[in-house]
C-alpha cells in the first residue's frame, strides 16, 4: 500500500508563494498518476493538477493555470506543487492523490489520499 504524506503548506501573503511537497512510501511510485487537490471549508473537493507516470505530461484547472506548476521526482518518491501569484481564494486543504489507472483529475480516479496539508492566504 503506497503512503502518502504532505508537507509545505501554511501561511502567506497574496502574490506569495509556497511550494507543497508529497512523499510516496513503497516501489511503485513511478507506476501512479499523481495529483493535487483542494478543499475548501464548505466546498467540495476539487481538482488542481496532476501529472503522468514519467512526468511528460502536466493538467491544471483553469484557476491555477500559469500560476501553479507540477512536478515529479521518481527517484525521490517526491511529487511536488509550486504555487505562485497566491490569491485568497486559494486558501484549502491540499492534498496529494494517487492513481494506479489514469492521471487523476477527477475525485473519483483516486485510489489513496494523503492526509491534507492547510494553505492560508490572507489579503
Known amino acids: 500500500q503506497v503512503q502518502l504524506v504532505e508537507s509545505g503548506g501554511g501561511l502567506v501573503q497574496a502574490g506569495g508563494s509556497l511550494r507543497l511537497s508529497c512523499v510516496a512510501s513503497?516501489?511503485?511510485?513511478?507506476?501512479?498518476?499523481m495529483g493535487w487537490f483542494r478543499q475548501a471549508p464548505g466546498k467540495e473537493r476539487e481538482f488542481v493538477a496532476a501529472?503522468?507516470?514519467?512526468?511528460?505530461?502536466?493538467y491544471y484547472a483553469d484557476s491555477v493555470k500559469g500560476r501553479f506548476t507540477i512536478s515529479r521526482d521518481n527517484a525521490k518518491n517526491t511529487v511536488y506543487l509550486q504555487m505562485n501569484s497566491l490569491k485568497p481564494e486559494d486558501t484549502a486543504v491540499y492534498y496529494c492523490?494517487?492513481?494506479?489507472?489514469?492521471?487523476?483529475?477527477?475525485?473519483?480516479?483516486?485510489?489513496?489520499w494523503g492526509q491534507g496539508t492547510q494553505v492560508t492566504v490572507s489579503s
Open positions: 492523490a494517487r492513481s494506479v489507472l489514469v492521471v487523476p483529475t477527477r475525485v473519483n480516479d483516486v485510489n489513496g
Open positions: 501529472i503522468s507516470r514519467s512526468g511528460s505530461s502536466t
Open positions: 513503497g516501489r511503485t511510485f513511478s507506476a501512479h498518476g
